[in-house]
């Protein structure tokens, strides 16, 4: 069954293809379930409406969890040097993008083409994403594309979504603090190195540092023999480390010093890496050491630590990296997240991160600053820190001390903030394993731009406080009487019957934004839906 956002992200992207004539993107965070959105939209495809649907991605883990995923959906085939399997003239097919660039006529025409980590393809140039997929229009004109990533920016160019891109609009997006909430992601709390490199000096070469630089950076005695330390200390009660190394040697340097790690690159014969992961997935292996690869598409939700010793300028690659955590499991209650190379101070909180946009510069991250205190990473807009209260000078500048620190890899807390409302969507929420008869609420989405929605939940069908709450946000926003249940409440607001904000005033706090304040119009006449006929 699907979770209420996976099945908001089908309809938008049903939507999206029944009145648009571009190409919509789902964002989705890592953890979150894409493949679950990828075979509801299969299964419509082929066994409602008889269509032909490729489903495309880079590696193959990703084609491996996709053909699990459509496991009991007939005519389903793979189409994967890697995985040893060429079949060509199923309804389905899983292809990988290094086996099928130039293969777009062999393999046929498809009514549908749904991109994994759609994030990967270029913008511009002749890359294998863009050859096939200018060769599967020629073989279908009609065809459509649909991409679901979980960063819909890149380094250089900014959002992947753009009228004059492949990929061209933003149907839906389900946001980190809204599935941790709900319980769908894992918390994650973090800390900052005590040794912290300087990364100043480094070169910069296609938006990223120049990795030869940042692999002699990293990899000295002093830098490795503490970051060993306290991975050690703060892992110890840590049950699946994740270990994302800056080179090849820089991982074997911080495998001698951890005793039983296991080590995977791209070097790595395929068995023993697949050993190596299964066994870290098992829970038989604590610590595993990865260098350019798991950083997408490995899904091993009983990774409850993670350990950065690559600093990078990419907010796509940061944010892989910690979303290794993100996914639930039953052996955690937390992801810790180990920055050793300054990622989070660089990039921001991950639920935060905004794209540069054409002819833009910097990465648009929120800046950051250390409290002297208790070395807190905050938002550089406190003035208090909020978890001792410390009270920062006016002209004060982030200071590096010798003790590790909290670092704030999620939002929370930040001052207030005004957003201009595009669009407002309607729907009933369920709460996650509530059973049938349990009171439903009324959930209003904001849209404020690409990566930014904001939610509400007016609790129409509960009791208490939670009642009394729920009236006066109907008071304000209705002229109709108060709805009898949360279904009640969504056809009245599609009618017309309920004020959409054109601004809000938000404020993060805790796991989840909350809406403060609203710039309402007058109140609209009353919807009258009561007195329609509903058949």
């Not at 930014?452 to 129409?460: A, G, I, T």
Request: charged share 25%; hydrophobic share 40%.
């Amino acid at each position: 069954m699907l979770r209420q956002y996976q099945t908001d992200a089908v309809a938008a992207v049903y939507e999206h293809l029944r009145t648009r004539k571009d190409n919509p993107l789902v964002v989705i965070p890592t953890g979150g379930g894409k493949t679950i959105v990828i075979r509801q939209i299969v299964e419509d495809a082929t066994l409602r409406w008889g269509g032909r649907v490729l489903i495309l991605a880079h590696v193959k883990e990703l084609l491996r969890q996709a053909a699990e995923k459509l496991e009991g959906i007939p005519s389903v085939g793979v189409y994967s040097a890697g995985l040893n399997s060429r079949q060509t003239r199923e309804q389905v097919i899983i292809a990988g993008i290094q086996s099928v660039y130039d293969k777009a006529g062999e393999l046929g025409p498809f009514n549908l083409i749904l991109v994994d980590e759609a994030h990967l393809i270029p913008l511009e140039g002749d890359g294998m994403y863009q050859q096939f997929l200018k060769d599967a229009l020629l073989v279908n004109p009609n065809v459509r594309v649909v991409g679901l990533t979980a960063t819909p920016y890149r380094m250089k160019e900014g959002t992947i979504a753009d009228p004059d891109h492949f990929l061209n609009h933003v149907c839906y997006e389900a946001s980190i603090p809204e599935l941790i909430m709900q319980g769908y992601l894992c918390p994650v709390r973090s800390k900052a190195g005590k040794k912290k490199p300087d990364t100043d000096s480094l070169h910069i070469r296609g938006g990223e540092y120049v990795q030869v630089e940042v692999a002699r950076l990293m990899d000295t005695t002093q830098l490795v023999d503490a970051a060993v330390s306290e991975i050690l200390e703060l892992t110890k009660d840590r049950h699946s480390v994740l270990i994302f190394a800056a080179s090849v040697a820089h991982a074997f340097h911080l495998q001698e010093l951890i005793h039983g790690a296991g080590l995977v690159c791209g070097e790595t014969q395929s068995g023993a890496r697949d050993q190596q992961v299964e066994e870290f997935k098992a829970g038989d292996l604590k610590y595993l050491v990865s260098v350019n690869v798991l950083s997408v598409g490995f899904d091993a939700p009983n990774v409850d630590a993670i350990a950065m010793l690559r600093p990078t300028l990419s907010p796509g690659l940061y944010y892989q990296q910690v979303g290794r955590g993100l996914r639930t499991d039953p052996s955690k209650t937390n992801c810790l997240v180990l920055d050793f190379a300054g990622n989070i101070k660089r990039h921001g909180p991950i639920d935060a991160i905004q794209p540069r946009t054409s002819g833009g510069s910097g990465s648009g991250a929120a800046p950051m600053k250390e409290c002297p205190q208790c070395r807190e990473i905050v938002l550089a807009a406190y003035s208090i820190c909020p978890e001792c209260k410390f009270t920062f000078p006016v002209d004060n500048k982030p200071k590096h001390g010798t003790q590790a620190a909290e670092e704030a890899v999620l939002s929370s807390q930040q001052p207030p903030e005004v957003w201009e409302v595009k669009d407002v969507f309607y729907c009933v929420h369920t709460k996650k394993d509530a059973d049938e008869y349990a009171p439903k609420t009324f959930r209003v989405d904001y849209m404020c731009g690409i990566g930014q929605r904001f939610s509400e939940w007016v609790c129409v069908e509960h009791q208490g406080f939670a009642a009394d709450k729920a009236a006066a946000w109907w008071l304000m926003h209705s002229n109709d009487p108060f709805p009898e249940s949360a279904q009640h409440a969504v056809d009245i607001a599609r009618m017309g019957g309920v004020a959409r904000p054109s601004q809000i005033t938000v404020l993060r706090e805790g796991k989840w934004p909350r809406v403060i304040d609203r710039v309402l119009p007058e109140k609209p006449a009353p919807s009258l839906i009561d007195d329609e006929v509903p058949f």
